[in-house]
């Protein structure tokens, strides 16, 4: 494994209490950096932060990232308790169910819109003050290939993602000239609970669609956006990330 320097950095990471999320959490421990852990399940947390304190400093906060007031009182939290934030790793997200675009009830559709993008911009925002004033930040979101190529049956998800890659080229350049770095990764498929979820018809497609012929793996992953949260990465902002195994048409 690499070496990423994140010594004396603070990073909040959202649904960080299993799969990707929690892949990203212990990356950044191992790398040295403190991590406030934020997620809905209650539970899982609590379990998970009981096996990682023996990696470094960690908090936990129950938090619903589509929920304004939720945010800014977790993030106010995380910034007392820990002192600064460095970092924020907007992971949190929903892929819902597989249907027709035309057929997606539209509750469903408001409930992926607001955890996917609406969760990203209130937890960016419930940060960057901070981040200002230190001079200092990294922002990684989590997009997806299907917000550049677009999943059939999935179009919620697909749309939710490309917002989020939307936003991220605009915040990068809101923030270029305050030392605070905005990117987000764009990966296909992960070994997560979320794709195990998914009919087989569309992990077929998923895979039929991918040159390398298999997922990736959370450490892939987590490696990446390990080096997109360090001091290295000070050059690339707005930027948009693939880690899709030549999935990637754009």
């Given at each position: 494994?690499?070496?990423?320097?994140?010594?004396?950095?603070?990073?909040?990471?959202?649904?960080?209490?299993?799969?990707?999320?929690?892949?990203?959490?212990?990356?950044?421990?191992?790398?040295?950096?403190?991590?406030?852990?934020?997620?809905?399940?209650?539970?899982?947390?609590?379990?998970?932060a009981?096996?990682?304190?023996?990696?470094?400093?960690?908090?936990?906060?129950?938090?619903d990232?589509?929920?304004?007031?939720?945010?800014?009182?977790?993030?106010?939290?995380?910034?007392?308790?820990?002192?600064?934030?460095?970092?924020?790793?907007?992971?949190?997200?929903?892929?819902?169910?597989?249907?027709?675009?035309?057929?997606?009830?539209?509750?469903?559709?408001?409930?992926?819109?607001?955890?996917?993008?609406?969760?990203?911009?209130?937890?960016?925002?419930?940060?960057?003050?901070?981040?200002?004033?230190?001079?200092?930040?990294?922002?990684?979101?989590?997009?997806?290939?299907?917000?550049?190529?677009?999943?059939?049956?999935?179009?919620?998800?697909?749309?939710s993602?490309?917002?989020?890659?939307?936003?991220?080229?605009?915040?990068?350049?809101?923030?270029?000239?305050?030392?605070?770095?905005?990117?987000c990764?764009?990966?296909?498929?992960?070994?997560?609970?979320?794709?195990?979820?998914?009919?087989?018809?569309?992990?077929?497609?998923?895979?039929?669609q991918?040159?390398?012929?298999?997922?990736?793996?959370?450490?892939?992953?987590?490696?990446?956006?390990?080096?997109?949260?360090?001091?290295?990465?000070?050059?690339?902002?707005?930027?948009?990330?693939?880690?899709?195994?030549?999935?990637?048409?754009?």
């Amino acid at each position: 494994m690499n070496s990423i320097d994140l010594k004396g950095r603070v990073a909040i990471v959202t649904g960080a209490a299993r799969g990707l999320g929690l892949a990203i959490t212990e990356r950044l421990l191992d790398s040295g950096a403190a991590v406030a852990m934020w997620d809905t399940e209650r539970k899982g947390l609590e379990e998970q932060a009981m096996r990682l304190q023996a990696k470094g400093k960690v908090t936990t906060a129950v938090v619903d990232v589509a929920d304004e007031s939720q945010v800014e009182s977790a993030a106010a939290t995380a910034h007392k308790t820990l002192g600064r934030i460095d970092i924020l790793v907007n992971n949190a997200g929903v892929s819902g169910i597989v249907r027709r675009s035309w057929e997606y009830p539209l509750d469903e559709w408001r409930k992926i819109m607001a955890v996917n993008v609406d969760g990203v911009y209130l937890c960016s925002r419930a940060v960057i003050p901070v981040m200002i004033a230190q001079k200092y930040g990294r922002i990684v979101n989590l997009a997806s290939i299907a917000g550049k190529n677009g999943n059939p049956s999935l179009t919620p998800y697909s749309t939710s993602k490309a917002a989020v890659i939307g936003f991220t080229k605009a915040l990068g350049k809101d923030l270029a000239k305050d030392g605070v770095i905005v990117n987000c990764i764009t990966p296909t498929a992960v070994h997560t609970e979320m794709v195990k979820s998914f009919p087989q018809k569309t992990v077929d497609y998923i895979l039929e669609q991918t040159p390398m012929g298999r997922m990736g793996t959370t450490d892939e992953l987590a490696a990446m956006v390990a080096w997109m949260c360090s001091e290295e990465c000070s050059f690339t902002t707005g930027g948009v990330f693939d880690i899709s195994g030549g999935r990637a048409t754009y």
